[in-house]
């Protein structure tokens, strides 16, 4: 059996630049990877078995076509292997802009890859991954990235390993089309080189569908030693850096709220 770590993507800064006549909006996003994520084992079987556990697993319930099974049917087509009993282990929270099922479908990938000595940069595990969706190459390169066109073309950067991060997510789930459907179509200018001089342009139109929004990312900002406090891709999950491991504690301890998720982490590299 293989475990493999789906850890959740941040955007530390996204900006929009353009709405593409395909329906899709041409991006310019820093990735960064934290250290907590889904778990996903896999084991050769006779026959696919998917099941779901942890405590975001009724959240997926009923759901047929997840993104795990997709994915292993599409490396099952490009590259054989048989069939696999794949458990995933649901700990981060659904539609949430943290890339939960991106990185659940990457972390597939990379599994099989492994199990069946594909290497991790083989192209066509990178083409199966930018059919899943926008989010996914990134999350199957794993590392901090500037991200490009749909969020595909990536580009890696120095991350900032270590850096401690609070991750709050108000318990509403939003759609990431009807996010991108309220973006006000103005460009407010290329992505900096540096995240903290950076923006999420799907904020506003985030906190439009889900004003509690605009309260976590003021709770986060309101913080001692915060150094950066902004929404990750579509919503509704907000973070922080801080500038110390106790300044994120101690933040951490004070903003919790019933039906909020509430998580201490770092930065991966
Ligand atoms: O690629 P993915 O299926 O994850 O995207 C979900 C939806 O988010 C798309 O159908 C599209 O409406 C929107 N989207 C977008 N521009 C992007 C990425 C996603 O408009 N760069």
């Not at 696919?48 to 319930?61: E, M, Q, S």
């Not at 539609?95 to 290497?119: K, M």
């Not at 290329?190 to 709770?219: K, M």
């Amino acid at each position: 059996m293989l475990t493999e770590i789906a850890r959740a993507k941040l955007n530390l800064a996204l900006h929009v630049r353009a709405r593409r006549p395909d329906g899709y909006h041409e991006l310019e996003t820093l990735f960064a990877f934290v250290e907590v994520g889904d778990v996903l084992r896999v084991a050769p079987a006779e026959a696919p078995a998917f099941r779901v556990t942890g405590p975001f697993a009724a959240a997926l319930a009923g759901e047929g076509d997840n993104l795990v099974t997709r994915a292993a049917a599409r490396f099952a087509e490009t590259f054989g292997g048989g069939a696999h009993a794949i458990e995933l282990e649901k700990h981060l929270p659904v539609a949430s802009g943290i890339g939960g099922g991106s990185a659940d479908a990457a972390a597939t990938l990379r599994a099989l890859a492994r199990f069946h000595d594909v290497a991790l940069d083989d192209p066509r595990l990178f083409a199966i991954a930018d059919r899943l969706g926008s989010d996914v190459p990134a999350c199957l390169l794993g590392k901090t990235a500037l991200g490009r066109g749909r969020g595909e073309q990536l580009a890696p950067v120095v991350g900032m390993p270590g850096t401690p991060v609070l991750l709050i997510n108000p318990g509403v789930a939003v759609s990431t089309a009807e996010v991108f459907r309220r973006w006000d179509g103005v460009d407010h200018g290329p992505l900096d080189a540096d995240p903290l001089a950076g923006r999420n342009d799907l904020e506003a139109p985030a906190r439009e569908i889900a004003p509690v929004i605009g309260e976590v990312l003021e709770t986060l900002a309101a913080q001692h030693g915060v150094t950066l406090a902004r929404m990750s891709g579509s919503g509704a999950t907000c973070f922080a850096l801080f500038e110390s491991v106790e300044a994120c504690a101690d933040a951490a301890s004070r903003v919790a709220r019933p039906g909020w998720w509430c998580v201490e982490t770092r930065l991966a590299p």
